[in-house]
């Protein structure tokens, strides 16, 4: 079946704009993540969405990043006021529900981000 | 999330077999050791993963230390599609959302 879509693929922005980024989960999951990895650097945690429930913003840098899930299904990652330090690849994954110890996480192919 | 170690990088052989090793002294005993891949330019990937018992499964093995405080995920025939950095993550209750991915293990495989 489909895997986790992400768009767009590639993003350029000036320093200063708001982006917005989109993640298409798996059919049927209700867990959703976000991550970033900058480049060369491990993959950083950001927002997570399980079903209804609030979602767990521990991981976001600052104030200028948010996120929403709409119907449970796609998300949105939005960044305003853009900064260079903004500029990494977004990853998006999703899991057919938290279980903790033993849930898969499927990523999907990322956005790779570009502040100018 | 208790600490992994895994090697910064390794090479392999191509259609040789590969062990990518784990350390993990400090496990707990309801602590998951799981894999993941993530290859040039992709997303991670789920490997395999396990808590006491060798697991096995079509893209790989994990073999895992009796006292469970080291793992190997074997890749039985690499090729030059599986060259890719490879994380040990472990996962227990109190890990919270978040995949650990640590820095990883960069197999290089050359024909």
């Known amino acids: 079946g489909a895997g986790v879509s992400q768009s767009p693929s590639n993003k350029v922005t000036e320093k200063g704009k708001d982006v917005e980024l989109r993640c298409d989960p798996i059919?049927?999951?209700?867990?959703l993540y976000w991550y970033r990895q900058s480049l060369g650097q491990g993959l950083e945690f950001l927002i997570y969405?399980?079903?209804?429930?609030?979602?767990?913003k521990s991981g976001l840098p600052s104030d200028r990043f948010s996120a929403e899930r709409t119907g449970g299904s796609v998300s949105t990652l939005t960044i305003q006021r853009t900064q260079q330090e903004d500029s990494a690849v977004y990853l998006c994954?999703?899991?057919?529900?938290?279980?903790?110890?033993?849930?898969?996480?499927?990523f999907g192919p990322g956005t790779r981000l570009l502040v100018l | 999330d208790a600490k992994t170690t895994q090697p910064n990088s390794m090479e392999s052989n191509e259609e040789e077999p590969v062990h990518l090793p784990c350390n993990h002294s400090t496990i707990s005993g309801t602590d998951y050791i799981h894999w993941y891949r993530q290859l040039p330019s992709q997303g991670p990937e789920y490997v395999i993963h396990g808590l006491t018992s060798n697991v096995n499964n079509r893209m790989a093995s994990l073999a895992i230390a009796e006292d469970r405080k080291s793992s190997t995920l074997i890749l039985h025939r690499a090729t030059l599609r599986d060259a890719a950095v490879y994380y040990c993550i472990l996962r227990d209750e109190d890990s919270g959302y978040a995949l650990n991915f640590g820095k990883g293990t960069s197999l290089l495989v050359t024909p």
């Open positions: 994954a999703s899991s057919l529900e938290y279980t903790g110890t033993k849930e898969t996480q499927y």
């Open positions: 969405f399980q079903g209804n429930s609030a979602p767990d």
């Open positions: 059919s049927g999951h209700t867990a």
